[in-house]
């Protein structure tokens, strides 16, 4: 059974890492694709692979920091929209002396202006379909790293939440679900290449001995492990599910 046939999704930062495995389970539960992420050749590829299996599949190559083009690009979608997966996010983790208007501005708007704007542009198709709205948090929100700063990383993270809820009691009487995910770290391409890829022998052998007593499942996250969430949250299974912020994280917020 297809879990998620006859619908439409639009999933921002779809083209690579989180967002295209969350593309990619969607697809395999029937569902037809919106892609919106700033790259056109990385969008492009993972199109022509999505529509490789049978499915159908748009891409807006859209900057998510130009709220203009956002709502110019949801004008030109031919087709309504479902669920809305606000994934794309921007964290630049840098100490509080370091961090500069720019980075705040940009991830202000990347992590709570664009899934706000979105939403607000699609309602009216949310609302028609009775649809849902997923946005990515992160363990960032509740969760603190010794010697990893993340003011405002963590601020927008914590904000994304407190929306996701308001949204769930203001939407709720209109038939449209709001929910959230807060992965742990998983092992995505970014990940690998600007966290792990960085550290010398020693640091990986020391980062590896933290995820084992950090986390009580002793490991990581997958991808496919946040996508099958997603799935759960954008299907019928989870049709009296709303306002919750459901943690994929191995129990790393437990300690």
Do not use: C
């Not at 993972?46 to 748009?58: C, M, N, S, Y």
């Not at 979608?77 to 606000?86: E, K």
């Not at 933290?210 to 949250?233: D, T």
Request: hydrophobic content about 45%.
């Amino acid at each position: 059974m297809e879990h998620l046939a006859g619908r439409t999704a639009l999933i921002t930062g779809g083209s690579e890492g989180l967002g295209r495995a969350i593309a990619e389970s969607f697809a395999a539960e029937g569902a037809s694709l919106v892609l919106l992420a700033r790259d056109r050749d990385k969008l492009a590829e993972t199109a022509d692979a999505l529509r490789a299996k049978g499915r159908v599949v748009r891409t807006l190559a859209v900057d998510l920091t130009d709220l203009q083009a956002l709502a110019d690009a949801v004008a030109r979608l031919d087709a309504g929209v479902d669920v809305l997966v606000n994934n794309a996010g921007l964290a630049r983790l840098k100490p509080l002396a370091d961090l500069t208007l720019d980075d705040a501005e940009a991830m202000v708007h990347v992590n709570l202006l664009a899934p706000f704007h979105l939403t607000q542009l699609l309602l009216p198709s949310l609302t028609a379909a009775r649809g849902t709205v997923i946005n990515m948090s992160s363990y960032w929100a509740a969760t603190m790293v010794a010697g990893r700063p993340s003011s405002l990383y963590s601020a927008t993270r914590g904000a994304i939440e407190s929306l996701t809820r308001a949204l769930a009691n203001e939407l709720g009487p209109l038939g449209v679900r709001v929910n959230a995910i807060a992965p742990g770290s998983i092992a995505t391409p970014t990940f690998d290449r600007e966290f792990l890829g960085r550290m010398t022998s020693g640091q990986r052998t020391a980062y590896e001995r933290y995820v084992e007593s950090a986390y009580p499942m002793g490991r990581i996250g997958r991808m496919e492990e946040v996508a099958n969430a997603a799935v759960y949250l954008a299907s019928d299974q989870a049709s009296w599910t709303t306002g919750t912020v459901l943690k994929v994280d191995g129990g790393l917020t437990l300690r």
